[in-house]
C-alpha cells in the first residue's frame, strides 16, 4: 500500500517504517484510530476534550499522546495534533486533511523546508484526519518556549483591530527577524523560501501568527518548522494570492498587474538582505521539479478532480515565478 505519511510504497499495512520511526519512534501504531470521527462518534469520548482545547484556531483540533503503542486523545501533555475534516462555509472540506498532508509532504521532501512529522490518519468510521507531531514538546514532556510574530510585533486586536493577523507585510516580518535572531542570514533565507512556497502552492492564510521563532536548548532563537501549510484557493478559490503584502509599499508588477511575479520575489530578497546569487538559488529551486511535484501529487490522497485543480494553481503560479 502507500504509506499514509510519506507516500512510498511499503509492505506493511499502514505506515513505513521510516515513518513509523519519525512520528512515532519506532512505535508500531496502527494508521486507523479505533474510535469514529468527532461528526460519528455516538459516546462522550469527545465530550471534555472540544472545548479544552487550548491550540487557537478555527478548525476543531485534538491533542493526542502515545501511550505504549497506541494513539489516545488527551487534554494533558498532547505530543500530537489531530485535524479531522473541518466543518464550516468553505468548498471541499472533506479534502483539508489530504491537502494540508501533501502541502507539508512537498514541503518537506521536495523543497528543503523543516516541517514536523506529519502524516493522514483514518478513524474507524473510515474518515480522514491529519495528524501532526508537536514540534514545541521535548522528549521529557516540557516545552520549548515560542512566540509568533503577532506577539513578536506586539500587534494584538486591541491594539490594531480584528484584522491584525494581516497587519504586517512579509518584509516587516524580515525586519523582526533580523532584530530579534542572532543567526539571522540563515533564518532569513529560510523564511524566503517559505513565503515562496506559500505563493507557489496558494497557501492565502500564511498570516502573522503562522510564523513562530522559539528558543532552543542553547538558548538562541531559531525560526520553528513551517506549520499549518495547505492550497487554500482549494477551499477559498476566489481569495488573494497572499495573506500579507510582499513589501511594505507596493512592488512594480503587483502595482501594475495586480499580482506577484519574478522582480517581486527578486526585490523581497533584496530588502531582506539576501545576496543575490543567493535569491536565484532559491529561486532555482523552485524550477524543473513539475514532474516530482505531479508525482507526489498523483501518490497524494486528494480525489481526482482536486489532483487536477492543486496542479493547475501551482502550475500558474511558477509560470509567474519563471516568467520575466
Ligand atoms: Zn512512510
Do not use: W
Request: aromatic share 12%; proline share 4%.
Amino acid at each position: 500500500m502507500i504509506c499514509p505519511g510519506c507516500f512510498q510504497d511499503t509492505d506493511l499495512a499502514g505506515y513505513c517504517k521510516k515513518c513509523l520511526k519519525n512520528l512515532f519512534d519506532g512505535k508500531k501504531v496502527a494508521h486507523i484510530l479505533p474510535f469514529n470521527s468527532p461528526y460519528n462518534e455516538p459516546s462522550d469520548l469527545y465530550r471534555d476534550l472540544t472545548k479544552k482545547m487550548s491550540i487557537s484556531g478555527v478548525q476543531v483540533k485534538y491533542s493526542m499522546r502515545l501511550e505504549g503503542d497506541k494513539l489516545v486523545l488527551t487534554d494533558t501533555g498532547g505530543q500530537y495534533i489531530l485535524k479531522p475534516i473541518p466543518a464550516g462555509q468553505f468548498k471541499n472540506l472533506d479534502q483539508a486533511p489530504a491537502n494540508e498532508h501533501l502541502t507539508m509532504q512537498l514541503a518537506r521532501q521536495l523543497f528543503n523546508l523543516e516541517v514536523p512529522a506529519n502524516a493522514i490518519i483514518y478513524f474507524n468510521d473510515e474518515s480522514p484526519a491529519y495528524l501532526v507531531k508537536r514540534f514545541d514538546v521535548k522528549g521529557d514532556g516540557s516545552k520549548f518556549q515560542q512566540e509568533d510574530f503577532a506577539q513578536i510585533a506586539q500587534v494584538t486586536e486591541e491594539t490594531n483591530g480584528e484584522n491584525y493577523k494581516y497587519d504586517l507585510s512579509y518584509e516587516e516580518i524580515g525586519t523582526l527577524i533580523k532584530r530579534h535572531i542572532s543567526m539571522y542570514a540563515f533564518e532569513l533565507e529560510k523564511f524566503f523560501r517559505l513565503v515562496l512556497f506559500n505563493y507557489v502552492f496558494s497557501n492565502g492564510d500564511a498570516h502573522v501568527k503562522n510564523f513562530s521563532a522559539m528558543r532552543t536548548e542553547v538558548g538562541d532563537y531559531v525560526l520553528t518548522p513551517a506549520y499549518d501549510l495547505l492550497c487554500t484557493r482549494i477551499h477559498s478559490p476566489g481569495e488573494s494570492d497572499m495573506a500579507l503584502m510582499l513589501l511594505k509599499d507596493f512592488t512594480k508588477t503587483y502595482e501594475a498587474q495586480g499580482l506577484y511575479a519574478l522582480p517581486d520575489f527578486q526585490e523581497f530578497g533584496k530588502v531582506l538582505g539576501i545576496k543575490e546569487s543567493r535569491v536565484e538559488k532559491i529561486l532555482n529551486e523552485f524550477r524543473g521539479k513539475d514532474e516530482s511535484i505531479d508525482h507526489m501529487i498523483d501518490r497524494s490522497f486528494l480525489k481526482d478532480e482536486i489532483k487536477s485543480e492543486f496542479k493547475a494553481y501551482y502550475k500558474d503560479k511558477l509560470k509567474r515565478i519563471n516568467a520575466i
